[in-house]
């Protein structure tokens, strides 16, 4: 007998391990969600048969229609679902419910652990038939792969791991193709075997899918309790907003409330319905590199794909379905990269998207801005990978800025200062650290705002050399900066001398510092950049922005370049170095060590500075004393 053959027992993946132990020990309130799960996991395999049979159209010879049937057992306390769907032979039942294959897993786990809405987060990760056991503490899940004749049952208390072993003849007789799972209810789920309860929940989460769910009460035939309809192919005008909830929340597996709505369908050389959602608040793997976006190819209503790139990946979070009336059935993986029909609705569909944002941020900007503070980071994406819609996406973009508001560039450029012919920003971790940046202090002197970027993705997009409205967007860490042309909104203010000489001979200072600091740095200049400050580095001209180099250095990816070191002539610690020979290597390493600390970054030697610190304290003491 070999091992096809005989019963085990086997323990889970450690990640399953875990995350059934939070099931078996649930606390969330929102339960409901396993049904929603099971009856999506029927749909899928119903979709899989499907797509399989039109290359072998033996299996669904018999022609059965396909189906999801849900059967309380009050007697048993056992609720049963069931599909006629693809089903699966003894590896796939090991590989589906004994193992997750998804990278991220751990990041799931914790945030799961930590989450108040975990309902929501088992949606959006796909682990739904573990969702069960938040209501069963028992699960046997009885399977025939179509087209097989061996039939296998599952079964696992959600402990260490789980039994699989041949079904019984009985079983065999009466699973002709499909998956069976029961669910033995714990006392306190015992409402899930009322069939008002079960049509409550199928109303609310998957009225839309598209294949007939029956409810089949003990005492009576089964009978149909979804709408089995594709919502995409309606009409607009027969759907009210409830609708496109209800369907995004049974299509994207979601709980929010959709930010964006996009139905229409395209008629001329290709034909397709297009359904499309923007959630409202982010999913917690949204930067996982391997995540896919969520939007289904359909084919005539064949589902065909999950996976096959309909969207661009900076619009990744978008969720819905593309259904076609022209593409083959019988794509294959390669040629969905290939097809250049699927290229164009990519196309046609992005922009469409994109049109719809550009729409909503006028009409109604409070739900874009839902969407900008979820999605801002990824759609931002775009910016630095498609050059033909980047003028577009930037008009979207929202920014923090000095003003302390979120803006438009299209509104900075309305509010320019005199004079001002460029669009200033700053790149870096958090907007507090920005704020107290000394690089700012001449723009804030003069009330010119400034873009305060932290998104690790800024630092690409801004390395593009971008212009908007004919203003080229300048970096205040990079190259120089004049605003001799705009004036100060104070000339009285403590941060500006009236007559702007420097205190400190700016030559024979340069030069001492560049012979204290040697190869250090690159250059030493006077600065543009400050008026109270001391010091700060920046990146020259051409190269990356000191952010870039920074976040590159930290995946190895380039070596850092040696940066520039400006001084502000005109403070008192700059004016020492050339005053005092015996301090002014000390002095000068100091500024040098200021500037790293204030970018966020420590000094070559820490030691070295705090001793050099004390030192130059001491010296004032002394002095103080003498």
Not at 124 to 136: N, T
Not at 333 to 360: C, D, Y
Not at 485 to 504: G, M, Q, R, S, T
Request: proline share 5%; hydrophobic share 40%; aromatic share 6%.
């Amino acid at each position: 007998m070999t091992t096809d053959t005989i019963a085990e027992h086997q323990p889970f993946q450690a990640e399953v391990a875990e995350l059934l132990h939070l099931m078996v020990h649930s606390v969330y309130s929102e339960t409901d969600i396993f049904l929603r799960e099971l009856i999506s996991n029927g749909s899928d395999a119903l979709d899989k048969l499907r797509y399989e049979a039109i290359a072998a159209p033996d299996l669904t010879a018999d022609g059965e229609p396909p189906r999801i049937r849900i059967a309380p057992d009050k007697n048993a306390g056992t609720l049963t679902v069931i599909d006629n769907g693809i089903g699966m032979d003894r590896q796939e039942l090991i590989d589906n419910l004994g193992t997750i294959a998804r990278s991220g897993t751990k990041s799931f786990l914790s945030r799961l652990t930590e989450a108040k809405d975990g309902a929501g987060l088992i949606g959006q990760f796909g682990v739904g038939f573990y969702s069960a056991f938040m209501v069963a503490d028992r699960i046997t899940v009885t399977s025939r792969r179509a087209g097989r004749p061996e039939v296998w049952t599952w079964s696992s208390s959600g402990g260490n791991g789980f039994d699989i072993a041949p079904a019984t003849e009985e079983d065999g007789q009466r699973i002709g193709r499909g998956t069976e799972i029961v669910l033995h209810l714990k006392p306190e789920a015992k409402k899930y075997l009322e069939s008002h309860e079960i049509e409550r929940i199928v109303s609310a989460y998957s009225d839309n899918i598209q294949f007939a769910i029956e409810l089949k009460p003990e005492d009576g035939e089964p009978r149909q309790i979804n709408s089995a309809s594709a919502l995409w192919q309606r009409p607009k005008s027969e759907l009210k907003p409830e609708d496109y909830k209800q369907a995004y929340r049974s299509i994207g597996g979601a709980f929010d409330d959709p930010a964006m709505t996009l139905h229409y369908r395209a008629e001329g050389r290709q034909s397709y319905a297009v359904l499309l959602f923007s959630p409202s608040t982010k999913p917690f793997d949204l930067f996982e590199p391997t995540r896919k976006g969520h939007v289904k190819l359909y084919v005539r209503r064949v589902f065909i794909a999950d996976d096959a790139d309909l969207l661009p990946g900076y619009l990744r979070f978008i969720r819905g379905v593309i259904d076609s009336e022209d593409l083959p059935l019988n794509l294959s993986r390669e040629m969905l990269q290939n097809n250049p029909q699927l290229v164009q609705i990519r196309k046609a569909v992005t922009g469409r998207v994109i049109g719809e944002f550009e729409s909503l941020s006028e009409k109604d900007p409070e739900n874009f801005g839902k969407i900008w503070d979820a999605f801002g980071p990824v759609i931002k994406e775009g910016i630095w990978e498609d050059f033909e819609r980047r003028e577009k996406l930037l008009a979207l973009s929202r920014f923090t800025t000095t003003s302390g508001e979120k803006r438009s560039l299209k509104q900075y450029v309305e509010s320019l200062k005199p004079n001002q012919t460029e669009i200033y920003y700053l790149v870096g971790d958090s907007i507090e650290r920005l704020k107290s940046n000394p690089k700012l202090e001449s723009a804030i002197a003069r009330g010119i705002e400034v873009l305060l970027l932290t998104d690790p993705v800024d630092a690409f997009w801004t390395s593009a050399q971008l212009d908007f409205g004919g203003k080229p967007l300048k970096s205040l860490s990079q190259g120089d900066v004049d605003f001799g042309l705009i004036p100060l909104i104070d000339d009285n203010a403590d941060n500006a001398d009236k007559d702007k000489k420097p205190v400190a001979d700016e030559a024979t200072t340069i030069a001492v510092i560049k012979d204290a600091l040697g190869d250090k740095v690159s250059d030493v200049r006077a600065s543009q950049r400050l008026t109270t400050s001391a010091s700060c580095l920046v990146a020259g001209g051409a190269g990356r922005d000191r952010q870039l180099e920074r976040l590159l250095a930290m995946e190895n990816r380039g070596a850092v370049t040696k940066p520039i070191l400006e001084i502000n002539m005109r403070h008192p610690l700059v004016a020492a170095i050339a005053e005092r020979k015996d301090a002014a290597r000390d002095l000068s390493l100091l500024l040098l060590e200021q500037a790293q600390i204030l970018d966020g970054e420590l000094p070559e030697d820490p030691a070295a500075f705090a001793n050099r610190l004390n030192q130059l304290v001491l010296r004032g003491l002394s002095k103080e004393n003498g």
